[in-house]
């Protein structure tokens, strides 16, 4: 449940004229009144002779006869909502929902019958508006100084006592999320992202890599971005804001943003606690700065959080960024996984209620992200053969993280943290069955004979990479396949059918050819399902030939059939998807 205090107005009827009307960016359905100051307060919506400007002026009155000077912004507006996922809530809980706001917020405390007066209006399934006057019956305003926080504890209460999604109570490590102008106004431009977004993600991967004040301004300027320094009196830099080129307001001027106004750790004094320590220097080669990198990980791990708090908090900044980095140099093929995950892993980079402080871990995560800045060019983003031991490295730091996080008892961190670790996975599935492909990729047709009958006589169980079988029984669904959540069901399916005796990529070859893939949700998933089907038949085909039948799985009916009488001609018995090789080309292969 998520309350939202608007920003104060001066126009009640303007305000109930919206509500009670169609609306102008979601579709108002069926408004009415669920609750209000007074139970007896005619509802506009049900009522022939009361209207909406009746009802504007009803709660206009005691602001009216206010003693003193009148508040100039008088409106007070709250939206409560619920997430998609939760369950409806009836009129009768909706008005609880807003007598208890209005009781939190300081409007319309329970015991006061002196209270400002105030209307609940529903005009969708997921959330109501609560409209109030900020004019008390005794000609006193109200005092709603600390609003937005009490009425996020009553929203605390209410998801337990409605079994709703329990949000977590605001600990100021949320990002800062792009306001409705802004996303309206990209959508305008014709952009994929609000500008507010396009900032964050860029200043993250300067700061990141950065390691002084100068190299973190020219980082800002080679990536395109304007940028704006604070200089006080005695010449020192103590703020920036930056603007995307092409944005501008209506006075044609640049829209800046403060740092501190794109995230609470991206404020210059913020951007500074990372660069403590010497430059490290750039490794060799590319793929000697992924193995540098990874040994740093491996240890870093195994460090987080060991000095406290406090140094805990240091430690998973520090791995923050260096996700950030990763995911910037990172192969071509992993690298929508890696920005996810850097997305994700954002919130479980900053720790409730307390600072960055220097830690080992940290500083071995600031080694490892100065390394992959420093060494890994363009030419060298798509060695995916030492880019593998980094990301498995990373995904131990980051499970560490989850749980010093769980530790501290921070369930949203610790969640954004499993969410990043459940990415980067799918990265190192991507990576193994691209270094897979590589390894089997045969130079020419007549290479690929070869090498298929030399690698089927030398298979032995365990030995194969399934990544590569996929790549060889259905490259134009590997991608998918190895990035989906079910790859590992559907490797271990393989494997079973290897240790049979057949050859995985002939059978899961058969099995996609069966039907088209395309459609599937999961085709990972689907292909289980065929394979398992495909080990029912075998098994009922055994059974069978030692009862004297013979199953002959016929579209996959599995029905069976006499055996021929002894003598009879019997056709010579193919491996398990020679049949369509042998008619021409099928789907999959």
Request: hydrophobic share 40%; glycine share 8%.
């Amino acid at each position: 449940m998520i309350p939202k205090e608007a920003r104060p107005g001066d126009d009640t009827a303007g305000l109930l004229f919206y509500l009670y009307g169609p609306g102008k960016r979601d579709e108002h359905v069926d408004p009415h009144m669920v609750a209000a100051w007074d139970p007896y307060v005619p509802d506009p919506a049900r009522s022939d002779e009361f209207s909406i400007p009746d009802l504007a002026a009803l709660l206009d009155a005691p602001v009216r006869v206010l003693l003193g000077r009148k508040p100039p912004l008088h409106v007070f507006h709250v939206a409560v909502r619920n997430p998609p996922e939760d369950r409806q809530l009836s009129d009768e809980e909706w008005a609880r929902v807003a007598r208890e706001m209005m009781h939190a917020a300081g409007i319309a405390p329970h015991t006061d019958d002196r209270g400002c007066r105030w209307v609940a209006v529903r005009h969708a399934d997921d959330h109501i508006h609560i409209v109030a006057t900020r004019a008390r019956e005794d000609g006193r305003q109200p005092d709603t100084s600390w609003s937005k926080l009490r009425m996020q504890e009553v929203a605390r209460r209410f998801e337990v006592e409605f079994g709703l999604r329990r949000l977590t109570h605001a600990d100021g490590t949320a990002r800062r999320w792009a306001k409705t102008g802004e996303v309206e106004k990209a959508t305008r431009r014709g952009l994929s992202e609000p500008v507010r977004e396009t900032l964050q993600r860029t200043v993250r991967e300067a700061a990141a890599a950065a390691v002084s004040d100068a190299d973190f301004f020219q980082r800002l300027a080679a990536a395109g971005l304007r940028v704006k320094q604070r200089v006080a009196p005695d010449g020192n830099v103590t703020g920036y804001s930056v603007a995307l080129p092409g944005d501008r307001d209506g006075g044609q001027k640049p829209v800046w943003f403060p740092g501190t106004r794109l995230a609470s750790d991206l404020s210059l004094p913020r951007v500074r606690e990372r660069w403590s320590g010497l430059p490290v220097n750039a490794a060799a080669t590319p793929a000697n700065a992924w193995r540098a990198a990874a040994e740093k990980v491996r240890a870093a791990a195994d460090q987080l959080g060991a000095g406290g708090l406090h140094h805990g908090a240091g430690d998973v900044a520090a791995l923050g960024d260096l996700i950030v980095t990763a995911a910037v140099v990172s192969p071509y093929l992993v690298r929508s996984q890696m920005r996810k995950a850097a997305y994700e892993y954002e919130r479980a980079s900053r720790a409730p209620a307390a600072r960055q402080m220097e830690g080992q871990a940290r500083v071995l995560y600031r080694e490892s992200t100065q390394v992959l800045a420093r060494s890994v060019s363009s030419a060298g983003r798509n060695d995916t053969v030492a880019a593998l031991g980094f990301l498995l490295a990373l995904v131990t730091a980051v499970e560490a993280s989850r749980r010093w996080h769980q530790a501290q008892e921070h369930r949203v961190q610790a969640e954004a943290a499993g969410r990043a670790g459940r990415l980067l996975h799918e990265a190192v599935e991507v990576t193994v069955g691209v270094n897979a492909a590589r390894e089997y990729r045969p130079r020419s047709k007549r290479a690929a004979a070869r090498a298929r009958i030399g690698h089927r006589a030398a298979t032995t169980p365990g030995i194969r990479p399934m990544a590569g079988t996929v790549q060889e029984a259905v490259p134009e669904h590997a991608r998918e396949i190895l990035a989906d959540p079910a790859w590992p069901a559907l490797r271990a399916r393989l494997a079973a059918v290897e240790e049979a005796g057949d050859d995985p990529g002939d059978v899961l070859a058969t099995v996609a050819a069966r039907r088209e893939l395309s459609s599937a949700d999961s085709v990972a998933e689907v292909l289980v399902w065929r394979l398992d089907g495909w080990q029912r038949q075998r098994s009922a085909a055994a059974a069978a030939s030692s009862s004297g039948t013979t199953a002959v799985p016929a579209g996959g009916t599995g029905r069976t059939v006499p055996a021929r009488k002894q003598g009879a001609s019997s056709p010579t018995r193919r491996p398990p998807g020679e049949e369509q090789q042998r008619r021409g080309p099928t789907q999959g292969r």
